[in-house]
């Protein structure tokens, strides 16, 4: 068994239900490709919700858990578009998909600057200028409104996947 410390992560500002998810382009990773999208285009170009999940580094055991989770549960076979949002780079998030199989796209934002925007952004280990994303979910419509979110408070912390798929609309 692993052990680590939980540490607190504090409270954060992120969007709400009802607020407008801020906007960004960055390089949408796939298995076979990679190209500059902005959200804008990732939510319209979807029928129903547009699901961001952000995890830290794709190389994390946290971020590993996420998207197994997600792939046992079938996340990319439901209505929504399952979007990642880490710090990794496409050559990392190329990857982790190709180790993993995994039939998600990813957001690259090695610089976090979509976390910090999204206010879930977190120093890594107390390290200056080295941060990356608190595990967090943001169901989005078609317009970029939030429609549900989850954030996590601690490191680590996972949320109830039951009653998040209720809350993003997934259930």
């Not at 029928?47 to 046992?72: C, H, N, Q």
């Amino acid at each position: 068994m692993l052990d680590f410390e939980v540490v607190e992560l504090g409270p954060t500002d992120h969007p709400e239900p009802g607020d407008e998810a801020p906007e960004f382009t960055r390089p949408l990773v796939t298995a076979e490709f990679w190209e500059d999208r902005t959200l804008s285009d990732l939510v319209r170009d979807t029928d129903g919700r547009t699901i961001l999940v952000f995890t830290p580094m794709t190389g994390s055991f946290l971020a590993k858990y996420v998207w197994d989770e997600l792939a046992d549960r079938n996340w990319d076979e439901r209505s929504a578009r399952i979007v990642g949002v880490t710090a990794s780079t496409p050559y990392g998030i190329k990857r982790f998909l190709a180790d993993n199989d995994y039939p998600f796209q990813f957001v690259s934002d090695p610089g976090n600057g979509v976390a910090a925007a999204y206010d879930v952004a977190h120093d890594l280990d107390g390290m200056t200028g080295i941060s990356e994303p608190r595990i967090a979910f943001f169901a989005l419509d078609s317009d970029r409104t939030v429609q549900s979110a989850w954030v996590a408070t601690d490191w680590p912390e996972f949320p109830d996947y039951d009653d998040l798929e209720s809350d993003l609309g997934l259930a």
